[in-house]
């Protein structure tokens, strides 16, 4: 355990408190053996700001009534949450990794896990719970939409508080893609925007606390009064049919993993010095790579080797590049319908500027997205939809960012490949 502290009731929050400089915090003893045990953090400053409040709420008296135990960590920063999962030693006596946060941190645990020397065994295996307090919540959004479980905002986040203390959740298994950039390799969720609708994630983050998942929609009105278009090169590898995949679910709080062998673990770093990507050897996260891609690929490049004469290559000015894994692009938004949770395809979707006729029409695109209606009109037959194994995108022009699950990477190109390394989700 890290640095477990005194602890004391607050009477303002109702909350057990840290005394002295530790993070973590736990319920006091329980009377009978705890059926459950979660390592728990909390985003402090996600979304409005509430993530504490709905924990304390909605979630820490519930497990002690359930007598499921847990570790709280409020995080202080980017790349904490990422630190402690990449160094604990005892990761495998947790049911789960419950996240009150958006889709950022969740995205920053994953890839702390992938950290990991043990990441092939602990990834698939340790579910992540999540309870949506950001102003992103794509992942859970579209777990749920599977389970036909509530997507409105309300019932969203009262299913999402039941289900982690739900001693039958099950954990559902949701496929990873491979980001190559030319300085790291990681691993991601849900989606790669470049163009308007990444202009749209980042420049609208400083509206996150005002408007909560509103910020979008403020944040395309300003980015569609200014358009910007962007020339890039985007290459891909079209998939096939479609091999269905087995991935059954399991139950959350039936068993711990005992450790597979003995894990050598990194110290903890300082937290001033964390990247929320990690900083692993690129060569050999990008060979762990590539024992996770399906053998129907080929052939797969690596960024800095030219693409193969069977991918399709398209020069030229861009309204936006977006490419799905995932069903929803938050809880209540649609974007790719087909799309499953253990997929072997991604859903390449783009625009170029020279099929958009006027920014009315992308104006009613984009209000479109918002209510999920986009694919079913041929007013907006300018946006294409491709699935595909892999693809690279290469900006020509400066100036948009690069987004993946919602945080700005900056690199100068990008690749993304479908894998068969599932995580596992909490949902009943
Ligand atoms: N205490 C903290 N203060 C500031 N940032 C933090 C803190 N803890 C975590 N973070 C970082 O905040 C980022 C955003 O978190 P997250 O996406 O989960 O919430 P959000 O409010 O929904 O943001 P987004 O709108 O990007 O989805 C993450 O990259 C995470 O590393």
């Known amino acids: 355990m890290s640095n477990c502290c005194r602890r004391y009731c607050c009477c303002c929050c109702n909350v057990f408190c840290c005394s002295g400089n530790g993070h973590s915090i736990s319920p006091p003893p329980f009377e009978t053996p705890p059926v459950g045990n979660l390592l728990i953090f909390v985003n402090p400053k996600s979304g409005a700001g509430r993530s504490l409040e709905v924990f304390n709420k909605q979630i820490a ?52 896990l992938l950290e990991r020397p043990d990441r092939s065994e602990i990834i698939p295996r340790l579910p992540i719970g999540i309870v949506p307090s950001g102003s992103g919540n794509a992942l859970l959004g579209s777990v749920l939409h599977t389970r036909k479980l509530p997507l409105e905002d309300g019932p969203f986040q009262q299913t999402a508080c039941s289900i982690i203390q739900d001693l039958e959740a099950l954990a559902f298994p949701v496929n990873l893609l491979h980001i190559e950039t030319p300085e790291q390799h990681f691993g991601a969720f849900l989606s790669i925007g470049w163009g308007l609708l990444g202009d749209i994630d980042i420049e609208s983050e400083r509206f996150r606390r005002i ?54 673990m990194k110290e903890p770093e300082p937290l001033e010095r964390i990247p929320i990507i990690p900083d692993s050897k690129k060569e050999e996260m990008g ?37 799905m894994s995932l069903s929803h692009i938050s809880n209540k938004g649609y974007y790719v319908p087909q799309a499953g949770l253990v997929d072997d395809r991604i859903y390449l979707t783009y625009a170029l500027k020279k099929d958009v006729t006027s920014k009315i029409t992308l104006a009613k695109f984009l209000d479109a997205l918002d209510h999920g209606r986009h694919n079913e009109t041929q007013a907006f037959d300018f946006f294409k939809i491709i699935p595909v194994k892999s693809f690279r995108l290469e900006p020509i022009d400066s100036g948009s960012y690069i987004v993946v699950d919602g945080e700005d990477i900056k690199c100068k190109s990008i690749q993304a490949t479908v894998t068969n390394l599932n995580m596992a989700v909490m949902a009943k």
């Open 61 to 112: 008296s519930q497990l002690i009534a359930k007598n499921i135990n847990y570790e709280l960590i409020v995080t202080e920063g980017s790349g904490h949450a990422c630190s402690i999962v990449k160094t604990r030693k005892d990761i495998y006596l947790f049911n789960a990794i419950v996240i009150c946060s958006g889709d950022g941190l969740i995205f920053e645990v994953i890839n702390g």
């Open 211 to 264: 408007f909560g998942s509103g910020r979008f929609a403020i944040g395309a009105v300003l980015r569609l009064l200014n358009l910007r278009t962007y020339r890039g090169r985007l290459s891909f590898l079209e998939s096939g049919p479609s091999e269905p995949a087995q991935a059954d679910p399991f139950r959350v709080y039936e068993t711990t993993m005992p450790p597979p062998f003995e894990v050598v």
């Open 287 to 323: 060979d762990f790579w590539e024992t996770r891609y399906l053998s129907s690929y080929g052939q797969i490049p690596r960024l800095n080797e030219a693409v193969p004469e069977n991918w399709t290559i398209i020069e030229d000015e861009f309204v936006f590049v977006y490419v």
